[in-house]
């Protein structure tokens, strides 16, 4: 008897944490719907033209002249390797503000534990970069890019890798990859993803997360300050904002 009194009052405990974070996402819903953040959830107006061609000009380089000055000619894609502003990209930063990034999470179907697990730490980012033939730049097994990826056959590979160290109480994450490789990983849950990476401008680095499911875009925009990470979902049909600032040290 005091087995099953015992199960019953658990059940009810679960059953009430159950309807408490049902009512918390309906109204997490409804709060950014009727906000002045409403526009976080149109996810399907954003333009990203930009990001499906990451950085293209419509312009080649005339092959017969001899002048030393480079004329377009027009007609023709090719891709532009950009140059990051390391004064900007590189350094330590703090996250401290979020914009609907629960509700996203909800939405995103990220489960409640890993979920609270997120949401419960702030996170320190760590950027910096290693150039090709230096003594911190090693070759990684897993990146890889497709042909389709390659413009006019030729490798894009930019020449160094960018490394962002992700660290909280729990836990320090590494990633270190060349922008326009892509590489795979297992997400929070536990999940696979193919992740790629570029810089669409000096300021502006894109991440393209691919899923089984549901595939998010994220951009960070640097400044003097620090980041903003823009998350873009548009199967979720919502956009949410994490941002950091420069630690100085």
């Known amino acids: 008897m005091l087995v099953v009194t015992i199960f019953l009052?658990?059940?009810?405990?679960?059953?009430?944490?159950?309807y408490q974070e049902m009512e918390r996402r309906d109204a997490l819903f409804l709060n950014a719907t009727l906000s002045s953040n409403a526009s976080l959830f149109l996810a399907n107006d954003f333009d990203d033209a930009w990001l499906n061609g990451f950085v293209t000009e419509n312009l080649t380089l005339n092959i017969n002249d001899t002048s030393g000055v480079s004329e377009p000619?027009?007609?023709?894609?090719?891709?532009?390797?950009?140059?990051?502003?390391?004064?900007?990209?590189?350094?330590?930063?703090e996250h401290f503000k979020d914009e609907n990034f629960e509700a996203l999470l909800i939405a995103?179907?990220?489960?409640?534990?890993?979920?609270?697990?997120?949401?419960?730490?702030?996170?320190?980012?760590?950027?910096?970069?290693?150039?090709?033939?230096?003594?911190?730049?090693?070759?990684?097994?897993?990146?890889?890019?497709?042909?389709?990826?390659?413009?006019?056959?030729?490798?894009?590979?930019?020449?160094?890798?960018?490394?962002?160290?992700?660290?909280?109480?729990?836990?320090?994450?590494?990633e270190r990859f060349r922008p326009g490789y892509s590489f795979s990983k297992n997400d929070y849950d536990g999940s696979p993803s193919k992740n790629t990476y570029r810089f669409v401008s000096p300021r502006v680095l894109v991440h393209r997360k691919e899923k089984e499911k549901m595939n998010t875009d994220i951009v960070r925009t640097f400044d003097e300050q620090g980041f903003v990470m823009t998350i873009i979902s548009k199967e979720a049909d919502m956009i949410a904002k994490r941002h950091f600032k420069r630690i100085l040290t």
Do not use: C
Not at 9 to 18: P, T
Not at 73 to 93: C, I, L, M, T
């Open 9 to 18: 009052i658990l059940l009810i405990i679960l059953m009430s944490a159950l």
């Open 73 to 93: 000619s027009a007609g023709v894609k090719v891709r532009v390797k950009v140059q990051p502003d390391w004064s900007v990209v590189e350094g330590k930063f």
């Open 108 to 174: 995103v179907g990220v489960p409640y534990f890993v979920r609270n697990m997120i949401l419960g730490t702030s996170p320190t980012v760590e950027i910096e970069h290693a150039v090709k033939g230096g003594d911190y730049y090693y070759d990684i097994e897993d990146d890889y890019i497709s042909d389709e990826d390659q413009p006019n056959g030729e490798s894009p590979d930019p020449g160094y890798q960018l490394i962002i160290t992700t660290s909280t109480w729990m836990r320090t994450a590494e």
